[in-house]
């Protein structure tokens, strides 16, 4: 009699444990993966543009380490003292 049962309930048991636990990695069954979509770049910032960032990251620097960073005009060019 446990022959029988043992018979009757693998597989049940074994189909339970597919459906439950399904294996890893990809498989042919699933299906194909839409392609990724690509966006072009940024245009790079201007010139000015990034005058004005390294400006900014120089002020905040200079103020992290506790030096009074102030653009002064000297001789018709800017200067940080």
């Known amino acids: 009699m446990r022959e029988r049962t043992a018979g009757l309930m693998k597989p049940l048991l074994i189909a339970l444990v597919r459906v439950l636990l399904p294996s890893r990695g990809r498989h042919r069954a699933a299906p194909p993966q839409p392609p990724l979509i690509t966006r072009p770049l940024p245009a790079p910032p201007c010139r000015c543009e990034r005058e004005r960032i390294l ?6 620097w200079a103020a992290a380490y506790g030096t009074n960073a102030v653009p002064r005009r000297t001789d018709e060019a800017e200067v940080f003292v």
């Open 55 to 60: 400006q900014q990251r120089r002020i905040h």
